[in-house]
């Protein structure tokens, strides 16, 4: 098994936060407050698991996917050619130094193409800026 030798992070701190919490802690809190912001988590992808398949070994990491048919709504009735930016993802990585770090994409960097979509990148990025302060109010 060939052990991966991580890199430094570039850190958004926007869309981005580190904790000292356990990266199981970590999970079902970012689950727990995804399904509480009324969105549904579409699926959840454990890299880990991908990598160890090929003979590599990472420490533990998710990516979930995440989003609401009320925004779909609102996108394809505004420009349906921005459902390839859909849905939304945070991604979970606990670092060699036992922290976890927590990512999200950027609602408004994602939209940015679509002019139309201004407000509703707006609402999604207060969803994922809240989703942060939730997940680690507790440091």
């Not at 945070?90 to 609602?107: C, E, H, N, R, S």
Request: aromatic fraction near 10%; glycine fraction near 2%; charge should be neutral.
């Amino acid at each position: 098994m060939n052990n991966i030798i991580y890199g430094s992070s570039t850190f958004n701190s926007k869309y981005s936060s580190k904790t000292s919490q356990s990266f199981a802690a970590v999970l079902e809190k970012t689950k727990s407050e995804i399904l509480k912001n009324d969105l549904w988590i579409i699926a959840e992808i454990n890299p880990q698991i991908l990598l160890e398949k090929e003979g590599y070994k990472i420490l533990e990491a998710r990516q979930i996917l995440f989003f609401h048919p009320k925004f779909m709504v609102k996108l394809l009735s505004e420009d349906p050619s921005a459902v390839m930016a859909v849905p939304l993802k945070v991604i979970l990585m606990k670092l060699p130094d036992g922290q976890v770090i927590i990512q999200a994409t950027d609602p408004c960097e994602i939209f940015e193409k679509f002019p139309k979509l201004f407000s509703l990148a707006n609402e999604l990025s207060d969803i994922v800026i809240n989703l942060f302060k939730s997940i680690v109010k507790d440091e």
